[in-house]
């Protein structure tokens, strides 16, 4: 199982697709990478079962990750990353439920996942439901509904992971609708609350698997185009598909930001 | 369209001061120059659909004309009560702006399809529905706009759409091309397939009439009245659901006249699309591609 091929899938899809959105990808990869490592049971056993943990990504545009992880874990066949976003393709730009087992929800449109997700949560007490969404997305109003229910129902067994990247369509969340207080805001409304690095995969695996009495929010703060240095905070890479030799590149730092870890 | 909305717009917008453009966060790269230029009533709003549009009927109650701009699904599915209550209920002078109609989406899938936002606004009391085909249509409609009394819905395009020379009028089809033997209404980003069908038949040395349904609400209800009467075959053609567009438009004008009429509907039959690919390929699946083909058909049926 390897972060740097789920990361390189993600740039090599919206290379050959043209396709947007790879920077929301790669931002949210590292929390798929833990959530399908470490805390969700998720296994190409059960994939197909009802009664299994369940892993909403709320922020669809962002598929490629989950794809890509799904495919790393055995879960999605490999070749089917080469059926993203074309004529007569598997995987559509944003999430399809009927596209391929492992999508546990449509999406695409913003502020549905925790819903969805505590719906999940209630009818299936036995199983973890991980709802990933971003942290513009909290614009949605809906979110906060979902939030305040959650808490009063004590659901015990839903997580919410916010990749607080700071960017959405037009610019920064921070210029747009300052959203520094989430931490403040979710705890407010009954939550169980944690800050966290979102690109430190040993804080993220605690965070995840710490015990909970009732709904637990992580506010992962994270880098759109993490680990890739042209990508890094940039909005422009919300739009853009990477290039040959932009692709090389970015290939070329994770397997040296690799290399540099097993040393 | 959606580069010819918002020029049309910014030049409205530098002869009248209570224009007010709002996004729910979308529309990056096409909406800069009217933020450059009208900082001070240019408002992003967030990823909050349900508050850009009651915001936006809170300043229409106070004398603006605010413009609300996103991707279909959003402008109008996703706040359908806000706008309900709010805009239509109320009556006030907002102007929902939905770009990507039908398939324009293509890849990005069934969320950002917009197949069914036709049906939806039409049923609304005191709402008028705008499906512009062409780039002069376009300039045409955001003019007329402006000074219209009561909530607006344009459904726009996206980008490539064709210009004709003819003067656009609320409320009236558009004749695109002139002809005897049989009438294609086309609507929004379909007005092009249609038009392309259209020559291959003055080809063969046929007569099509081309119009442009433009405006879906207030209908043309005399027009299609009037082609009947003549005998005149009819073929409807929309990327949209084949329940309550331009198809539903055209049958509720019929049903009630009591006049026998040949009439084809080349719509969307009532499926989300599962299909992934490009807006031509999409088609392909769903019955919108092959037009000619479709009509011949129907026109030996005859």
């Known amino acids: ?263 | 369209m959606r580069n010819t909305f918002l020029k049309t717009l910014v030049e409205e917008a530098r002869k009248n001061k209570d224009i007010f453009l709002i996004t729910p966060d979308l529309g990056y790269a096409v909406l800069e120059p009217f933020a450059q230029e009208f900082p001070e009533r240019f408002i992003n709003a967030g990823i909050a659909e349900q508050n850009s549009i009651s915001m936006a009927a809170g300043l229409a109650l106070n004398g603006k004309i605010p413009y609300v701009y996103s991707i279909i699904p959003f402008a109008v599915s996703r706040p359908y009560e806000q706008i309900k209550v709010d805009c239509a209920y109320m009556n006030t002078n907002v102007r929902i702006v939905g770009v990507g109609a039908g398939l324009s989406y293509g890849p990005a899938g069934a969320t950002h399809h917009a197949l069914d936002d036709l049906a939806i606004m039409r049923t609304l009391p005191n709402m008028t529905v705008f499906a512009p085909g062409s780039l002069n249509e376009t300039e045409d409609i955001v003019r007329y706009s402006v000074s219209h009394k009561g909530p607006v819905y344009m459904r726009l395009a996206k980008r490539g759409e064709p210009r004709f020379n003819y003067k656009t009028q609320a409320g009236k089809f558009s004749t695109v091309i002139e002809g005897t033997d049989f009438a294609i209404i086309a609507t929004s980003n379909m007005l092009e397939d249609a038009y392309n069908t259209a020559l291959q038949y003055q080809k063969e040395g046929k007569s099509p009439l081309l119009l442009s349904a433009h405006t879906l609400k207030p209908f043309d209800k005399e027009k299609i009245l009037s082609l009947i009467r003549k005998g005149m075959p009819v073929i409807t053609v929309e990327e949209h659901n084949i329940i309550g567009g331009l198809a539903s438009a055209v049958s509720e004008v019929i049903a009630p006249s009591g006049l026998a009429a040949k009439f084809l509907p080349v719509a969307v039959n009532d499926v989300f699309s599962h299909i992934i690919g490009s807006r031509k390929y999409i088609q392909e699946h769903l019955g919108l591609a092959n037009l000619k083909k479709k009509i011949d058909k129907f026109l030996v049926s005859l």
């Open chain 1, 1 to 263: 199982m390897s972060l740097t091929d789920i990361k390189k899938n993600i740039l090599r899809m919206a290379h050959y697709s043209y396709a947007s959105h790879v920077g929301s990808a790669i931002s949210a990869a590292d929390i798929l990478y833990v959530i399908y490592a470490k805390a969700a049971n998720i296994t190409p056993q059960n994939i197909k079962s009802a009664d299994r943990d369940k892993v909403i990504l709320s922020k669809g545009h962002a598929s490629t990750a989950l794809y890509s992880t799904l495919a790393e874990f055995g879960l999605l066949p490999k070749e089917y990353l080469d059926r993203y976003y074309i004529d007569g393709g598997i995987l559509p730009g944003h999430l399809d439920k009927d596209s391929v087992a492992g999508i546990d929800a449509s999406a695409g449109s913003l502020g549905h996942g925790l819903s969805l997700g505590l719906g999940m949560a209630l009818a299936k007490p036995k199983y973890k439901v991980f709802v990933v969404q971003g942290d513009g997305e909290t614009q949605e109003g809906s979110v906060w509904e979902a939030a305040a229910l959650a808490a009063a129902l004590k659901v015990k067994n839903l997580i919410l992971v916010i990749d607080a990247n700071n960017l959405q369509g037009f610019g920064t969340t921070s210029d747009i609708m300052p959203l520094d207080t989430l931490e403040a805001k979710f705890k407010a409304f009954g939550w169980e609350t944690y800050p966290a690095d979102g690109h430190d995969l040993k804080q993220l695996e605690d965070l995840l698997l710490k015990p909970q009495n009732g709904p637990k929010a992580i506010i992962a703060r994270t880098v759109k185009g993490h680990g890739i240095s042209y990508m890094e905070n940039q909005l422009k890479w919300h739009y853009k598909s990477p290039n040959e030799e932009e692709l090389k590149q970015a290939y070329s730092e994770l397997d040296a930001a690799e290399k540099g870890k097993t040393k």
